[in-house]
């Protein structure tokens, strides 16, 4: 496991999922990095915006995805929920002042 903290955007999952995709090989690249990362952020409202964005092309594919970040150690979960959000951005924000660049 790295020391790695990452976070997932809606382009990065979507063009891992899509192999259609102009991004899909880099994404299939550097997956290897988000299974190492000690900690990998990703919110549910990228979730719904990857299953909206997915829904006809591969929404099984989407719904896996989705599923299996919920049973993944590393991987953590923004909630929609407002106050939680703005909780874990103060969070973020702290954390990310606080590392060496």
Same mark, same amino acid.
Request: charged share 25%; net charge positive.
């Given at each position: ?27 299939k690249q ?5 299974r ?6 990703? /919110?549910?409202?990228?979730f719904a915006?990857?299953?909206?964005a997915?829904?006809?092309?591969? +929404? @099984?594919?989407?719904?896996? %995805?989705?599923q299996?970040?919920?049973? /993944?150690?590393?991987i ?11 909780q +874990? @951005?103060?969070?973020l924000q %702290? ?7």
């Amino acid at each position: 496991m790295s020391n790695e903290r990452l976070f997932l955007d809606t382009a990065f999952i979507q063009a891992l999922l899509n192999p259609r995709d102009d991004y899909h090989n880099q994404a299939k690249q550097l997956f290897p990095r988000i299974r190492a990362a000690s900690e990998v952020w990703i /919110t549910e409202a990228i979730f719904a915006e990857v299953g909206n964005a997915l829904s006809a092309f591969n +929404r @099984n594919g989407a719904v896996q %995805f989705i599923q299996q970040c919920y049973r /993944t150690d590393n991987i953590k979960i923004v909630s929609r929920k407002l106050g939680e959000l703005k909780q +874990r @951005n103060s969070q973020l924000q %702290f954390t990310r002042d606080r590392l060496p660049i």
